[in-house]
């Protein structure tokens, strides 16, 4: 198992920036994809970016695609969503979910969650 913690949200004003971490426990963390998931109030929680165990591919929302960066160290334990030219539509509450299966580009394949963030960006 995984536990993982999310920490970085906060209010911000469009055109803005945050960087969002989650620290994980464990001695596995390099075998597990990671997703970082956002749920805004009364919608689905959406996949946003995901990377694979090693780092070598990553999967990006159309939404974000050019703003958002996902990147992980497996020497900390740690992922990171680097969020650049925020958007009012932006503001949601972030999870950081974890997986080992191969299909990680799915939301259904992520097994554990973190409590979540949340991200404010005002106009």
């Known amino acids: 198992q995984v536990q993982l913690v999310e920490s970085g949200g906060g209010l911000v004003q469009a055109g803005g920036s945050l960087r969002l971490s989650c620290a994980a426990s464990?001695?596995?963390?390099?075998?597990?994809?990671m997703g970082w998931f956002r749920q805004a109030p009364g919608k689905e929680r959406d996949l946003v970016a995901a990377?694979?165990?090693?780092?070598?591919?990553?999967y990006y929302a159309d939404s974000v695609k050019g703003r958002f960066t996902i990147s992980r160290d497996n020497a900390k334990n740690t992922v990171s969503l680097s969020m650049n030219s925020l958007k009012t539509d932006d503001t949601a509450v972030y999870y950081c979910?974890?997986?080992?299966?191969?299909?990680?580009?799915?939301?259904?394949?992520?097994?554990?969650w973190g409590q979540g963030t949340q991200v404010t960006v005002s106009s």
């Open positions: 979910a974890a997986t080992r299966s191969t299909r990680w580009g799915r939301p259904t394949a992520y097994d554990y």
């Open positions: 464990g001695r596995t963390f390099s075998s597990y994809a």
């Open positions: 990377i694979t165990g090693s780092g070598s591919l990553t």
